[in-house]
């Protein structure tokens, strides 16, 4: 389908071209702008909400900062639809987020205009300030600019960028693009706090009241514009100490100020290029700004999938058969079950109870599942001084963003070994987030880790019981739980609760000559595979693991003892992972075979459908049956 932009973005190749309109005719862009955002996406897909509410930042932004050579760092890159149109980007968005087109967020090799690159949230003021000292280093006149949202400014590195900005004296400026909602709505005091900022209104008249008063006042020898500062501070503080927070960092605050008027903007950004030193621009915006249904329902229009733009309906697949449920919602559903047996136990969700599926526990346990915002280091921490009281935290983090809290699951919770179960939601491809969402090292990562069960179920019914058997008293360990994203295989899946000995692989199919060892989900590829190959008289056995972490060291040694042609299959790293680990007791225990080890390969993975990506890393159904070809290929050449 051929999207046709409107009249003056269609002339718009680079910020430059933009410059050559006057100030008036931004009105016209911002409309055209925000309407081809809305009809790409409804046909081709991707995020939503956040870029609509950032249209008329995004043009401010360009059309007075000298970008590229000015350093813009958005924060996270869901806000960069309008970014990536406005900067030569525009005849490829349709690509955008699919196999070999455009990334959905900002990356360093597809644009120079992409200053940095950005999938996890609240890296930004850490990333422009780092740019703004390598300028003031360089003698270059070059500006720095972060855009970060309210919801990214929850996390401790956000903070931490703040606090050293405050005393670098490096010239650049944070944008606070305020909107109450991350892809849930924000919360915890800091989103209080914003509120009683944007909503103090005798503040805000004050304050301007005083600016214009201040402009007025003469500037010499009796009356300095230091003085005139020291003054503008203390009234702040004596009217409202709403400001105190950012200042207190000795950032400089403007605002609040209504993101969606584009003279506004333009005029405020204008005059802030020219002040030197840290400050701070307050904005405020409505995500989903100009699509009616994605302003009143945020959460659902953060990515809705395709639908029809005039009338929202949201496109779901039809089906003449019972489908699969998600992981999440299994995870979701179980965890209410599991609590209502078990008063002790407690969900956790860094910022991602709608995508976790937490919400469902949220919704009728309140007192027991919680949203800590964008905190995972602060959601594990939490999990643990929970467990010292014996409680049973269930703490649910996405694979990728697990890795931002490290630290905390080795020096607070292995190390003490307090049972705190890790559900580690998007393990594997990802899809079309692509590499800064991938959850490829979780099974690397945490098999490392002295007194951590590491574990992934094949299907549905595996994941209630593994989540069944963790919370158990038997239990004394952290106990790490991963599962990818997306629909598992069995429609019927609410199965009866069975405990699973920790360590204990089973075998699914006996076979001949070659064995495949899957681990998680990856396993029902296998299962296709098999199918297959019998069809070509070739016969291998599957043993699905279930566990990295302790290893079933007595079904391997079975294994090993019979086959001496094995596959391993994961969705994860092959570096450190599942693979290596058989490979490691494969020495360790002078065993000779010729292993296999399929899953994700060492180096960055694109975009793309999880089945396009599975296909390329060479760990889907085709894949499998091909490596058993290669270990059989002297069967296979006289059968041929």
Not at 341 to 348: A, C, E, K, T, V
Not at 510 to 517: F, K, P, Q, R, T
Not at 524 to 548: K, Y
Request: proline share 5%; glycine share 10%.
């Amino acid at each position: 389908m051929n999207i046709t932009p409107g009249p003056l973005l269609s002339t718009i190749n680079s910020p430059a071209d933009l410059k050559q309109l006057s100030r008036e005719q931004l009105h016209q862009v911002c409309d055209e702008l925000r309407q081809y955002i809305i009809d790409v996406v409804s046909v081709h897909g991707g995020h939503f909400g956040a870029s609509l509410g950032v249209v008329e930042l995004t043009v401010a932004l360009h059309y007075i900062y000298n970008t590229p050579y000015d350093q813009l760092v958005w924060d996270v890159g869901h806000q960069a639809y309008g970014h990536k149109i406005l900067t030569g980007r525009r005849d490829d968005f349709s690509t955008n987020r699919k196999y070999h087109g455009l990334s959905g967020f900002p990356k360093r090799s597809e644009s120079e205009y992409d200053t940095f690159g950005v999938g996890h949230s609240s890296t930004s003021i850490s990333a422009a300030l780092g740019m703004a000292m390598a300028a003031k280093y360089k003698g270059e006149n070059r500006k720095s600019v972060a855009v970060i949202g309210d919801g990214a400014l929850t996390a401790g590195l956000a903070f931490e960028g703040m606090n050293h900005a405050g005393v670098a004296d490096a010239d650049m400026l944070i944008i606070l693009n305020d909107n109450c909602m991350s892809i849930d709505p924000n919360v915890g005091a800091l989103k209080e706090y914003l509120t009683d900022i944007s909503t103090s209104h005798t503040y805000n008249k004050f304050k301007d009241d005083i600016w214009k008063a201040l402009g007025k006042l003469p500037v010499g020898k009796r009356f300095s514009r230091e003085m005139a500062s020291k003054l503008e501070h203390s009234i702040k503080g004596f009217i409202n100490k709403s400001s105190n927070l950012f200042e207190a960092l000795k950032l400089r605050y403007f605002g609040p100020i209504d993101g969606h008027n584009i003279t506004k903007l333009v005029d405020t950004l204008h005059d802030l290029k020219n002040i030197p030193g840290p400050k701070l621009l307050h904005v405020v915006t409505v995500k989903g700004k100009g699509y009616s249904l994605a302003e009143k329902d945020q959460t659902r229009w953060h990515a809705p999938g395709l639908f029809d733009k005039i009338t929202g309906e949201i496109y779901k697949k039809s089906f003449d058969r019972p489908q699969p449920p998600k992981y999440q919602d299994v995870f979701g559903h179980t965890i209410i079950e599991l609590a209502e047996q078990n008063d002790r136990i407690f969900g956790i969700t860094p910022a991602m109870p709608s995508g976790s599926s937490l919400k469902f526990m949220m919704d009728k346990m309140p007192d027991r599942a919680f949203d800590v915002g964008i905190c995972e280091q602060h959601a594990v921490t939490l999990s643990a001084g929970m467990a010292t009281q014996g409680m049973r935290v269930f703490c649910n983090i996405y694979s990728t963003f697990m890795q931002r809290a490290y630290d905390q699951v080795i020096h607070d919770v292995a190390i003490q070994k307090l049972p705190v179960i890790f559900c580690l939601d998007r393990g594997g491809l990802v899809g079309e987030d692509g590499p800064t969402h991938h959850g490829a090292y979780d099974i690397a990562y945490f098999r490392c880790i002295p007194n951590m069960i590491v574990s992934a179920p094949m299907n549905e019914s595996e994941l209630r019981n593994l989540m069944y058997t963790a919370q158990l008293e038997t239990n004394e360990n952290p106990f790490s739980i991963r599962y990818p994203r997306g629909e598992g295989v069995l429609p019927e899946w609410r199965t009866p609760f069975e405990a699973i000995k920790v360590g204990t692989g089973r075998k699914l199919k006996d076979g001949e000559e070659v064995a495949i060892l899957s681990l998680g989900h990856p396993g029902n590829f296998a299962t296709a595979a098999i199918r297959e190959l019998r069809t070509e008289g070739l016969n291998p056995a599957h043993f699905d693991m279930r566990f990295v972490k302790p290893l079933d060291e007595a079904l391997l040694h079975e294994v090993f003892a019979k086959f001496n042609k094995i596959v391993t299959v994961e969705d994860g790293t092959v570096v450190g992972g599942f693979g290596s680990a058989v490979l490691e007791f494969m020495a360790q225990h002078h065993y000779t075979a010729e292993v296999k080890v399929l899953g994700i390969p060492d180096h960055i993975i694109e975009h793309g459908s999880p089945k396009e990506l599975h296909r390329e890393c060479g760990y889907d159904a085709i894949g499998i049956a091909t490596a058993v070809r290669e270990l059989m290929k002297e069967k296979v050449k006289v059968q041929g």
